[in-house]
């Protein structure tokens, strides 16, 4: 928009006019401080200003403007009926352009200096819009590199962690065979095991991030009951958590076609979450059923829940609660890997969640499409 300043109405009104009709917006101010209220208030890409105006000339108003952040981008013409002062006003004026035109106006002279100004101010517009969009990047690129700096250093602590229970074992277990007693070399083994199915687990995940970046998580699609899978899972899970209570409702009784380990590796995801995020409680319920020619795989907790800026964030790389990610243990890694196996599944992976109340995180897989891919 242009703003035209000018103490004289004609001159204003027959400006205006003329403007308007080459397709300009055009706003107008019959005084200096009336124009600098303006300014203030909205954005003007070229000011048309009168030199000599009683109580503030242009002059003044040109350096009152030049120090309003606002109109860093706002070219001035100045109308005058000399051009000798021109000189004293340049120094005064420091933003968008400058430049000045004699009375009479020529008007097809101050057209072309108006579509120049327009020109250069679009011109700085899109400059300053490609500056944000590479400042915004750079400070991903930042942002990306203290996610990996953090994640390097959780995980290092995390694979140490078991590694440093093995190593603890593997000396009570020298000292046991030392004094012969089978019983407490048996039970050192089988701790020593544990520790080292995390450390395996761990390094797999780890794997599956490094796979899933470079494209070759590969999948081995076959037909598997998959009753019988969560039977097995659930028995398993029950075996490492005695205390805790799986109960399961429903059954789909199909054969789905997909890579069984891949979606035991899901659904062991969403069960070890839901009895790690739930302390204090002693049970989760899955639900699983056919709805629509689609399979469901509901885990449902009652533990620490949600809020919706965080279940928004979970399925990302690396993300982990920030609040409660010092009381529990983990590199998350996990959702994310569950969500890319289950959408290469061709399904949804998602959650349900009320903070303080619990969780179901599901997942839904189509079953025609899993068959037609024999
Ligand atoms: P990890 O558990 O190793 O941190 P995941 O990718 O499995 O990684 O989970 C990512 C994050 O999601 C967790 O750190 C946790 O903050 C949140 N989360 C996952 N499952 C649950 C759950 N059942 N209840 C509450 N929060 C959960």
């Known amino acids: 928009m242009i703003l035209l300043v000018d103490d004289t109405p004609e001159n204003l009104i027959s ?19 009336e124009a600098l209220k303006k300014v203030l208030k909205n ?5 048309i200003l009168d030199v000599q105006m009683p109580e503030m ?9 030049s120090g309003y952040s606002k109109a860093k981008e706002t070219a001035i013409i100045f109308l005058s009926a000399a051009n000798t002062e021109f000189r004293f006003i340049a120094k005064g004026y420091s933003s968008g352009g400058l430049d000045y035109i004699t009375k009479p106006v020529d008007i097809n002279i101050l057209l072309l200096k108006i579509k120049t100004f327009y020109r250069i101010y679009e011109q700085n517009r899109k400059l300053n819009e490609i500056q944000l969009a590479l ?10 590199e203290r996610k990996k700096d953090e ?17 603890g074992y593997i000396q009570l277990l020298e000292r046991g065979l030392n004094k012969g007693d089978i019983d407490i070399v048996k039970s050192h083994l089988a701790k020593a095991q544990i520790q080292l199915e995390k450390l395996n687990g761990l390094i797999a995940d780890l794997l599956d991030i490094s796979k899933i970046e470079s494209g070759k998580l590969k999948f081995n699609k076959q037909y598997f009951d998959f009753d019988q899978l969560l039977d097995s899972i659930i028995e398993v899970i029950h075996q490492s958590n005695p205390g805790f209570n799986i109960e399961k409702n429903g059954a789909v009784n199909v054969k789905v076609f997909g890579d069984e380990m891949r979606i035991e590796q899901v659904i062991v995801n969403f069960l070890t979450n839901a009895i ?26 009652y533990g ?4 919706a800026d965080q279940i928004e964030r979970v399925f990302e790389k690396f993300y982990r609660v920030e609040e409660t990610s010092h009381r529990f243990q983990g590199l998350g890694i996990g959702l994310y890997i569950s969500a890319e196996i289950i959408k290469r599944h061709g399904g949804a992976i998602n959650v349900r969640s009320v903070y303080g109340e619990g969780s179901e995180f599901y997942f839904t897989i189509p ?7 024999v």
């Not at 995020?277 to 899955?286: D, E, F, N, Q, V």
């Not at 079953?367 to 891919?373: A, D, K, M, N, P």
């Open 43 to 47: 954005s003007y890409v070229l000011i």
């Open 367 to 373: 079953v025609e499409q899993l068959s037609s891919e």
């Open 304 to 307: 620490i829940g949600m809020r």
């Open 57 to 65: 000339d242009g002059f003044e108003v040109a350096e009152v403007i």
């Open 151 to 167: 994640f390097i250093s959780i995980a290092s602590h995390e694979l140490k962690t078991p590694l440093t229970s093995v190593k």
């Open 276 to 301: 790690k995020y739930s302390p204090g409680a002693t049970k989760a319920l899955i639900t699983v059923n056919l709805r629509n020619n689609e399979l469901y795989l509901g885990v449902k907790d």
């Open 135 to 144: 400042l915004e990047e750079i400070e991903f690129r930042k942002e990306a």
């Open 15 to 33: 400006l205006k006019n003329v403007l308007e009709k080459h397709g300009f917006e055009v706003d107008t101010a019959n005084s200096g401080e």
